[in-house]
């Protein structure tokens, strides 16, 4: 023990450098009170450790050093058979050995005798230890576990294969490295096993068959764990040189995966180029693949959706690729090119309930779900009988993947026909299977992902929505997942940036996306992207800008026929040109008739579509073009009305935004009452410029926004 100002300096610097770990403050305690002098005794733990090592016998010292190479602990019988020269778990000379460096606190020992697992007592013990280690004797000590492993009966070929590699030996660790690989692939681990085939196809002896064979186990781990361009780009080289049927395989499997990762210019020529090969053509235009679904709908209806069930053994290797490629481009089209996914959606079918085998044809049926939804609340008690007779299906044929996408592909249909509570509830079940499953399944979770997202903003949940947006788009950036990517930054999703009355970064989401995304032609995502264009436009008080969006994009989107074939899509197009045109014409004296008839005529057409939420957005178009006009009394009406209609539905955030202007416009206790709910709804989803908010989704009542602005609670200046 020592005193004075020169032991206190000592004690603070072996707390400080030892981090309070008991372990290194007794070895630079000890290490401090063997010293002679001032300045002779170690300066960190490190050298304090090396110090101790420094000391070790021959067998300690190869002991500490092989633990600390193994990346998990050895057992004892393994150390030492590693240690050589007649050592055993039970001798004299290891448990000598082992013993001190037990006291010494150097390695810790779990078990009993030859059993027992050993390990560096501290990472910092493992660091040191490597830190003196030469090259020469590090690699002659990983050859010594490698072969000690291999005599062992509980050995792990990642282990071996680590040990092989830090031996030299390539080409043994090639192998070990590629059976590691299969093992993390069956338990599910895909980064790791993708990493282990990587590492297997550094051996530079190996075939090129042998080398061919683990490219295409490897596009399968990075196809499995969601890295779909790059498991695009070793399925294509794993194709070269195999057997025709095997590479038409893996080229559809790389197209397949480039459009699930959104690489949609990439991956469509790669995807026409395996539907030539199993005598399937893509349409070339949305015209002609209007043509192509109208006749194989029809045949469709004649024929119905029964089939006869066969065993996938009766079914030749060329039909099940056809089947298979069609059900990729339908799914990868979907969400994209979604007119000519539509006809593969139908091709596929007939394709599948022609084949007979069981979980295909549920596959396709599950699919079936979302196109039979498309037509809104008019098709809906098809689309209810189809969505039962999925549930069957993908129940027996008891495969996951069939599963997720009944439930999935339902709350896709109940979305479209304006059913938000159930869709969220079935969408969400079917990315929870999605990711039990885990086996290529980017797309489906994405999509589900996607319309859980949709859900939320109609129903209001604020809060959840960001939440989620916040911890997807990391999840898609990490892996490279551009569609998934995509979706988490533009359409509703974009609103997790307004929440936080941050316009910059959500336009700066917007551009990031497109700017990675296809030109050619006009797809949902550009329909998305006009969305989150407008709404941002709107928030941000540039009506201009916004109505500007609208009209630029309006021709190109209503050519590509999605409007047209997708009423949701059609009522949101409608609503978001109306939104735009009034809050326009609430600062544009010149040409304010004319675009409050275009208002009112957008509101007609949203009046005659079958869907609730459809004739409630037209209700407070209506009521905003009143407001223009200086018609209190209608428009407090019409808000009423229109109010009554989104409660009804689940709505919350349309019916706060029009609680916030109707307790704006009326006097009273009911416009107290009317307000103060509207500012504690926004408050509960942590919005912070709520009256902002009110004019993105109900303008026409600029008179009023500063009264809007503060009785919401806006927590910036206006």
């Not at 092989?66 to 448990?95: H, K, M, Q, T």
């Not at 003196?132 to 004797?137: I, K, L, T, V, W």
């Not at 030749?316 to 000519?340: F, H, K, N, P």
């Not at 999605?434 to 996607?450: C, I, K, P």
Request: aromatic share 6%; proline share 4%; net charge positive.
């Amino acid at each position: 023990r020592r005193s004075g100002e020169h032991g206190e300096a000592e004690a603070a610097s072996i707390a400080s450098d030892a981090g309070g770990r008991p372990l290194f403050i007794d070895i630079l305690a000890r290490r401090f009170g063997l010293r002679e002098g001032p300045g002779a005794a170690p300066s960190s733990v490190e050298a304090a450790l090396r110090a101790l090592l420094s000391e070790l016998d021959p067998d300690a010292r190869t002991i500490v050093e092989i633990v600390s190479l193994a990346d998990a602990p050895l057992r004892a019988r393994v150390v030492a058979a590693a240690l050589g020269e007649g050592a055993a778990p039970g001798g004299d000379g290891f448990v000598q050995a082992l013993q001190r460096l037990r006291v010494g606190r150097l390695v810790v020992s779990a078990g009993a005798r030859g059993d027992a697992l050993l390990e560096p007592y501290h990472d910092r013990v493992r660091a040191a230890v490597l830190a003196d280690m030469p090259p020469e004797r590090r690699a002659e000590r990983h050859r010594r576990i490698a072969l000690a492993l291999e005599g062992s009966d509980d050995a792990e070929p990642r282990a071996l294969a680590l040990h092989w590699e830090g031996a030299g030996d390539s080409v043994r660790a090639s192998g070990y490295a590629a059976l590691a690989g299969d093992r993390a692939a069956q338990a599910l681990a895909f980064d790791r096993a993708a990493s282990f085939y990587d590492q297997a196809m550094q051996a530079i002896d190996l075939s090129g068959e042998e080398r061919r064979k683990l490219k295409a186990k490897l596009g399968d781990a990075l196809a499995n764990g969601g890295r779909g361009k790059r498991a695009a780009d070793v399925l294509r080289e794993a194709a070269i040189g195999a057997p025709a049927a095997e590479a038409l395989e893996l080229r559809r499997r790389a197209a397949d995966q480039l459009l699930r990762s959104g690489h949609f210019d990439e991956g469509v020529p790669a995807l026409e180029g395996v539907l030539r090969s199993v005598g399937v053509r893509l349409p070339p235009t949305p015209l002609s693949a209007i043509v192509y679904l109208l006749v194989v709908r029809a045949w469709l209806f004649v024929r119905g959706l029964g089939y006869r069930k066969r065993d996938p053994t009766q079914v030749s290797a060329e039909a099940l690729v056809r089947v298979d490629t069609c059900y990729a481009a339908a799914l990868g089209l979907s969400m994209s090119d979604q007119i000519r996914g539509a006809a593969l959606q139908a091709a596929s079918l007939l394709a599948a309930l022609r084949l007979g085998e069981p979980y295909r044809a549920a596959r396709a049926i599950a699919l079936e779900q979302g196109y039979s939804s498309q037509g809104g609340s008019r098709s809906w008690p098809r689309t209810e009988k189809i969505i039962e007779r999925a549930a069957r299906e993908a129940d027996a044929c008891g495969h996951p993947l069939a599963r997720g996408l009944a439930s999935g592909i339902a709350g896709v249909a109940e979305y479209l026909a304006g059913h938000f509570v159930a869709g969220l509830a079935r969408v969400d079940r079917g990315v929870d299977i999605f990711r039990e499953y885990g086996r290529d399944v980017s797309l489906e979770t994405a999509n589900g992902e996607l319309f859980g997202i949709i859900c939320l903003a109609q129903l209001g949940r604020l809060r959840d929505l960001r939440e989620r947006v916040s911890r997807y788009l990391p999840e898609k950036e990490r892996r490279g997942d551009l569609y998934g990517s995509i979706n988490m930054r533009i359409g509703w999703a974009n609103l997790a940036w307004l929440v936080e009355d941050d316009v910059d970064e959500a336009r700066r989401q917007i551009d990031d996306a497109m700017a990675v995304w296809s030109r050619r032609g006009f797809h949902i995502m550009h329909y998305y992207e006009l969305l989150a264009r407008t709404n941002l436009a709107l928030y941000a008080g540039a009506p201009g800008d916004a109505h500007a969006f609208v009209r630029d994009r309006w021709r190109p989107m209503h050519r590509s026929l999605i409007p047209g074939r997708i009423p949701s899509i059609r009522v949101s197009a409608w609503d978001m040109r109306a939104r735009a045109a009034l809050a326009v014409a609430e600062g544009d004296g010149k040409d304010r008739d004319a675009l409050l008839r275009t208002v009112e005529g957008d509101a007609r057409r949203l009046s005659r579509e079958d869907l609730a939420h459809a004739a409630a957005r037209a209700i407070a178009l209506r009521a905003g073009v009143a407001s223009v006009r200086g018609d209190r009394t209608g428009a407090a009406r019409l808000l009423r009305e229109a109010l009554a209609c989104f409660v009804s539905l689940d709505m919350a955030l349309n019916a706060a935004a029009l609680r916030s202007v109707l307790g704006a416009l009326v006097d009273g206790d009911e416009g107290r009452a009317l307000s103060e709910e509207a500012a504690a709804w926004f408050v509960s989803q942590s919005v912070k410029r709520p009256g902002r908010f009110v004019t993105m989704l109900a303008p026409g009542f600029g008179g009023l926004a500063g009264g809007i602005s503060r009785q919401c609670g806006d927590r910036a200046n206006a």
